[in-house]
């Protein structure tokens, strides 16, 4: 009975000092300046949206040519997709990562990052939508 207690202690005191270890860790993730720029944050952010819309229309039509041209799974596909807007902005996975989580905890910051991307949303729709009527006049 008493190795049972002994080894329970021992769990318990190792489970803390993990988490205590894990609090330092994200302390310091979350405080520490992203290395990708607010202007870098709204590029990023705008293309990783344009990714979302078209995965939204054509995900499967997207999936099933990559696995069947590039014989990639599902997962493989849509990891190769959101990096290559990656290695577009020449910035890593894990950058932008980092920058979120910094963000998340900078929620003032966040939110005036997505306001001018929510700005340049509306004006790349603004921009279709003219040349769109445009179109339909001329042609």
């Given at each position: ?12 005191v ?11 860790i ?51 596909a ?62």
């Open positions: 009975m008493k190795n049972i207690i002994v080894i329970f202690v021992l769990f318990v190792l489970l803390v000092s993990c988490k205590t270890e894990r609090d330092k994200h302390d310091i993730q979350s405080t520490s300046e992203p290395e990708i720029s607010e202007r870098q944050m709204v590029d990023l952010l705008i293309d990783l949206h344009f990714v979302d819309a078209y995965l939204g229309n054509f995900q499967k039509d997207f999936i099933e040519a990559s696995q069947t041209r590039l014989h990639l799974s599902k997962d493989n849509l990891k190769s997709l959101y990096g290559s807007v990656f290695k577009k902005h020449g910035i890593s996975q894990r950058e932008f990562y980092q920058a979120l989580r910094y963000y998340s905890f900078h929620q003032e910051e966040l939110l005036s990052i997505y306001e001018k991307v929510i700005d340049r949303l509306n004006m790349k729709k603004d921009s279709v939508q003219l040349a769109i009527k445009k179109l339909k006049e001329h042609g």
